[in-house]
């Protein structure tokens, strides 16, 4: 520190700044709390040019506080709220919105939703108008609550349903909650954003009263729709409709391409890696090929016994065949200099042997392949399975043996 | 109204005074041709300067308020102060005489009181509202909008144009929104005349006055103790009179929001002593607290250093002439002799002494500290060796912790205070509501800090840091011997230290560069930073300041050897 001996208003609360954030960052809330009963005064003062004003600062770090102190009560949580929404106009309905999700966490559904209703009702001249984008996520987050609502209902009338009795005014109450919520979530979806829990619960809507062809529209849209941000999840749940819907195999496939090019490492991969195998088409089987590999160059994989079966009984399949060994060739090309390392070294030999024999038979087929039956991992994998006698073992050994010169082409 | 002759035409005594300064009674409006010549000098409390304006004043405005001037307001602020510094132990002499003289001597030369006609040209209309391109009928004069706008960058009170647009359009002779009768014309004048009455310079009255008085309080003490609340400065005017109402422009006058500068109050006193045409002050001399020799011996004692060193400091204050009643008096507008800050050039005689003694260079002081250590483990009698070492590691901590201390009270410091400041009555009730949450907010945080209650104002010290002899633990290094570092040649103790190096070789232009010398951290040695480290706490002041007066100190003390051998670099012999 400079030691600055010239020292006014403004450095003043600078400094209280610092040792506020300080306070924040190891989590001490007495001493925010109390550096922060001394920020408070700077409120008296104009800030008009400044980025981030005083009552901003105050909102936010007196939110942090009273939401992780001891001593601070839900009660005094919303007392201090209330004053953050008087301070600045400009602010009121991220305020609001910020408020509802920390009543939301606290479990306060009944309040949130309160909030959000009293802020929907909320004008104020122009300020309205710009604030339009606030107003539409708390209006989203209405619906969500409707949602919420619905759904409890339809649960209550799935029980009591099993009795053959159907409640009319559990059902009146679940379809006025669904026109609600509909209406609500269908808008925000509309604007470029990322609204996975909105699409989700939109579409469930949809789905349970039969509108398929609207929810297939809306995930194409929000999968498809380039003005939108690029989310692997929009992917994800539009393949996961189509599956429910028995949709053909092509159109999963292509559902899923998307995700394979977005995030190679997704576990749907080993779903697509699986379809893929079996399509009668052979660039898919390259497809599918390429897929599974690409998986396993990452590192959450490693261990996973199902991406190597896939991988394993692909690549025994083409060397049985006999053909497109050129396949592996290629995507062994780019791997052979790291992946021996990263998959195959003795180490890991052991381990997976120790750990996980299904893994360790899976990964010492691939290996003997792709390395030969000299290869660290083969060698101690097969060996230690043969002494064990174990019958999958010994055939792998002899299979490996007998392909050996597969490895030798594949390498060369 | 010491005036209490009989009107000649009414016989009344009931005299008011015209634009002109000439008495007129107020019962038949009879002209007299006597003026005002002295007035009393209670005229704060009760009375008022009333005139006869041409246009219309309101005699009592609705609020309860009076009017009142800024030089009152002023008045009252050196009254509390002086008040304060009774408390703190000053004289009473210093309020009633001194400080009163100065003052009312200061009214008649700015001629704002005292004299024949005093300076309250009629204000002219301003209309400001409207339109922003309207330009006063004087334009010499800075329209408002500017001044308004000039004090944004010092980060000072609230000035956007929403305020100027609400100023209402005034007739002739009433002040542009301020709760004083001059507000206005006095942020005017600012401009032309230096020596316009501000806040820092009420500090600057009582300094002199301290010093005129001889008064065992150094600038920096004085400084402190107004940073630290025991005199009146942040937020006076909650002691002004219900009836003094305070708002738009007087806010900018009254309403500090920085700390008073050491530089700036020292340089406006010696204005002032010019300004007002005083005398010689009054002889400092060996004796006197103020003097080298003494502030020395506080300081090493603060600084928890050898009393031995005393002698050491005398010896060069004799050599310098720094201690000369001369050099040391102050003689208002003698612009040759420099002006002496007696905090700062004991300070800086001590890092001399220091610098003699132990080099500073890092290497140097440390050598002689260990050689210090192994003498201390055979010498059993009399005190300890003075170990260089061990002191540093004292006082570091120490300082450390105070400096934490300090760093920490200085972010909790507290600028407002319960009596609101609004700049018009429109935004009143925005100001109350915004001090209302302000305070609720204070409460509901003050709650969750926990036991940590604020601390009450400590009591006032001179000493910042206090070292006891009765601690065994051996943090007390006053009575130590500096033997450890001195040895015998011809009978005299002389320093082991056979060099010394020059802070600066050749010193600035004070007038140009405003320094002596330019102090930059990574030029110096660490030991040197540190010792000017410890100063600067003590007194509150940039290091660069101490630095100045330790080369100015240098340089007389070195001042044969520096003219005959220019050539040398910055190691010389003594």
């Not at chain 1, 939109?202 to 729709?225: K, T």
């Not at chain 1, 391409?257 to 991969?269: F, Q």
């Not at chain 1, 053909?323 to 180490?347: C, G, M, T, V």
């Not at chain 2, 480290?533 to 002041?541: T, V």
Request: glycine share 4%; with cysteine.
């Amino acid at each position: 520190s400079s030691h600055e001996h010239k020292l006014n208003f403004r450095k003043s609360k600078e400094a209280c700044l610092s040792y506020i954030q300080d306070a924040l960052l190891q989590k001490q809330w007495k001493r925010a709390a109390e550096f922060l009963t001394c920020y408070v005064e700077s409120l008296e003062k104009d800030y008009s040019r400044e980025h981030v004003g005083p009552s901003e600062m105050i909102w936010r770090i007196g939110t942090e506080i009273l939401w992780h102190h001891s001593q601070s009560s839900m009660k005094e949580f919303n007392c201090f709220m209330e004053q953050m929404k008087t301070l600045g106009v400009k602010r009121y309905l991220k305020v609001c919105l910020e408020h509802v999700f920390h009543l939301l966490c606290n479990g306060q559904i009944d309040e949130a939703y309160q909030n959000l209703s009293l802020a929907e009702s909320w004008r104020f001249g122009e300020q309205t108008a710009i604030q339009d984008k606030e107003m539409k996520l708390i209006e989203a987050y209405r619906g969500l609550l409707d949602y919420y609502s619905w759904s409890k209902q339809k649960n209550i009338l799935l029980e009591n349903g099993e009795d053959g009795f159907s409640d009319l005014a559990v059902e009146q109450e679940m379809h006025s909650y669904f026109r609600k919520a509909a209406v609500n979530l269908k808008e925000i979806i509309k604007i470029p954003g990322v609204w996975d829990v909105f699409v989700k619960c939109y579409v469930d809507l949809l789905e349970f009263y039969g509108d398929h062809n609207e929810a297939r529209q809306v995930l194409n849209e929000y999968a498809y729709n380039s003005k939108f941000p690029a989310n692997p999840n929009a992917h994800v749940y539009l393949y996961q409709f189509l599956k429910r819907q028995g949709e053909s195999k092509k159109s999963l496939i292509s559902a899923l391409k998307i995700l394979h090019d977005i995030v190679p490492s997704h576990e749907l991969m080993i779903d697509f890696n699986t379809m893929l195998q079996k399509s009668k088409k052979r660039k898919k089987r390259r497809l599918g090929l390429e897929v599974i590999f690409a998986a396993l160059d990452y590192a959450g994989w490693k261990e996973n016994a199902k991406a190597w079966s896939c991988l394993a009984r692909q690549v025994k399949q083409i060397v049985i065949s006999e053909k497109h060994l050129d396949w592996i060739k290629q995507e062994w090309n780019s791997r052979k200099d790291w992946w021996p390392a990263f998959h195959f070294s003795r180490y890991l030999a052991k381990r997976n042997w120790q750990e996980n024999k299904s893994l360790s038979y899976e990964k010492a087929l691939v290996a003997g392949i792709l390395l030969g039956k000299d290869c660290k991992y083969f060698k101690y994998v097969s060996h230690q399975g043969c002494k064990a006698q174990l019958k999958r073992f010994r055939m792998l050994k002899k299979f490996v043996n007998r392909h050996n010169p597969v490895y030798l082409r594949i390498s060369g | 109204r010491d005036f209490n002759e009989r009107c000649a035409q009414c016989s009344e005594v009931n005299w008011g005074l015209t634009d002109g300064g000439r008495f007129y009674c107020r019962s038949c409006h009879n002209v007299t041709e006597r003026t005002r010549e002295v007035v009393n000098t209670d005229f704060i409390t009760n009375s008022r300067v009333q005139k006869i304006s041409k246009g219309l004043r309101k005699q009592e405005k609705n609020d309860g308020g009076c009017e009142w001037y800024i030089c009152e307001g002023f008045q009252l602020v050196l009254k509390k102060q002086a008040e304060a510094l009774e408390a703190l132990g000053v004289c009473p002499q210093m309020k009633d005489e001194i400080l009163c003289n100065f003052w009312r001597c200061y009214l008649q030369k700015s001629k704002q009181a005292y004299c024949k006609r005093p300076d309250g040209e009629t204000v002219k209309a301003l209309s400001v509202c409207e339109s922003s391109t309207d330009v006063d009928s004087d334009p010499e004069r800075p329209s408002l909008l500017h001044l308004l706008s000039l004090s944004e960058s010092e980060g000072d009170l609230q000035t956007d144009c929403s305020f100027a647009s609400s100023v209402s359009k005034v007739s002739e002779s009433t002040s542009v929104y301020s709760g004083s009768v001059d507000g206005s014309l006095y942020l005017m004048k600012n401009q032309k005349e230096k020596l316009t009455m501000t806040m820092p310079m009420t500090l600057s009255f009582c300094y002199m006055a301290l010093l005129w008085l001889r008064e065992p309080i150094t600038l920096s003490e004085l400084l402190r103790f107004v940073v630290e609340g025991h005199i009146p400065y942040l937020n006076v005017f909650q002691h002004f009179p219900e009836k003094m109402k305070l708002c738009g422009l007087d806010l900018r006058i009254f309403c500090v929001e920085s700390w008073p500068i050491y530089e700036e109050v020292f340089n406006k006193m010696h204005e002032l002593a010019a300004f007002l045409d005083l005398p010689r002050f009054p002889d400092i001399t060996d004796s006197c607290f103020l003097h080298p020799d003494m502030l020395c011996m506080k300081y090493l004692m603060e600084a928890n250093l050898p009393d031995e060193l005393h002698n050491w400091t005398c010896r060069v204050v004799k050599k310098t002439g720094i201690g000369e009643v001369d050099f040391l008096t102050l003689m208002p507008g003698n612009k040759s002799t420099r002006k002496v800050k007696y905090d700062v050039l004991a300070a800086a005689v001590i890092v001399v002494v220091l610098k003699l003694l132990f080099l500073l260079d890092d290497h140097y002081e440390w050598l002689l500290s260990e050689f210090a250590e192994e003498r201390n483990k055979s010498n059993t009698e009399g005190g300890p060796y003075f170990e260089f070492k061990k002191w540093y590691e004292v006082v570091k901590q120490s300082l450390d912790v105070k400096q934490k201390k300090l760093d920490e009270e200085r972010a909790k410091y507290l600028w407002r205070c319960e009596k609101p400041l609004f700049y018009s009555v429109k935004n009143k009730s925005k100001v109350l509501k915004r001090r209302q949450m302000v305070v609720n907010l204070q409460n509901q945080f003050g709650k969750l800090s926990g036991s940590v209650r604020r601390a009450e104002k400590p009591n006032p010290s001179s000493f910042q840091l206090s070292w006891s002899e009765e601690n065994t633990d051996g943090s007390c290094f006053h009575g130590h011997s500096l033997k450890g570092v001195l040895q015998e040649k011809c009978g005299l103790l002389t320093a082991m230290n056979p060099d010394y190096w020059l802070c600066t070789v050749k010193l600035c232009n004070e007038k140009l560069c405003g320094h002596l010398a330019h102090y930059r951290e990574v030029e110096f040695p660490q030991s040197y930073h540190f010792v000017l480290g410890l100063f600067s706490f003590l007194l509150r002041i940039q290091p660069s300041y101490i630095h100045d007066e330790v080369c100015m100190i240098e340089h007389k003390l070195f001042n044969k050897k520096l003219y005959k051998k220019l050539k040398y670099n910055t190691v010389l012999r003594k």
